[in-house]
């Protein structure tokens, strides 16, 4: 092959990355190394440094460099609310929103018999200890619309609701969402939530 | 921000990546983060490799780890043709067809007046001594098919003719094409260069 076996291991490596495949992940290397000393090396140095220094929040799941999250080591985030997500992504999703002010639970999945994934695999354990030791009112349901997802909630409805208020995120048409490209089930459940002008 | 700067750095610099935007690079980071030891840290260590270790070919300007590179190092590519490219990508891509036996000469670019890329920005003179240098009969143009393309291709032809056999990459229809989705331009080269059976 022409390519030097280093930089094709890189190719292999970058292709392995969600969003990327083979071809993609050459044109990023093929860019990268007609940039080496202000791109690649930083990079390279980044990448080093997270994988260094990146650790899972021992409270809540969400990715940290250190022992709690920035979240979690911030006391005015003990509003007594807790959001449960599923992954670090949706975390990030809903801070992204910036509304919601109190702490997270990641499960880092949903139940799954299929999978063998039971309660504590997901951490649940840790969240019902969460909702006695930070004293939380309400805990907020924020997992996917899935088979999957929706059983993880009604479990954990089952476990907390002797405990704490539980909401869920609302279902409805999306902000600047066209009625004309919605599927059949979101609208009939924003028909069904409607609520008076 | 939720995310700790380091890993928010991290998605920055990875968003700057052709083919990957700000959400796909929170993904692809995501997705390292959660296989620090077995993705984020080999990929880190793959990328300082070759940051450390890739360089241009002194003598054809396709990227490699020493100063010639494997086609150039190799006596028995040495057979007398020469093909212009204007892009590493583009002699990766006739290396992967595999057929070509020769050497290349990566141009780095195309001539163009507006840019102020003039013949020495492009090596051109390098090419010219290769050509003796070398002893190379043929120089196949496999440059784009562009204007600045097609004008480089030009202006090279006006510099060689004396020297060498000039030949360009066929146009036609792609095995595979369908009519029906090619461009008229194309439908009317292969149609001008068609060929008895």
Known sequence: MTQPTEIERLIEMMAKLPGLGPRSARRAVLHLVARREGQLGPLARQMQLVADTAQACERCGNIGT?????????PAR???QICVVE????????????????????LGGTLSALDAVGPEELGIPTLLARIDDEAV????LALPATV???TTAHYLADQLEARVTLTSLAQGVPIGGELDFLDDGTITAALEARKPL
């Open 87 to 106: 992954t670090v992504a949706d975390l990030w999703a809903m801070e992204r929103a910036g509304v919601f002010r109190g702490r997270y639970h990641v």
């Open 78 to 80: 003990a509003n007594g």
């Open 137 to 140: 009112r309400e805990a907020i």
């Open 66 to 74: 250190a022992a709690l999250c920035p979240i979690c080591a911030d």
């Open 148 to 150: 999957d997802g929706q």
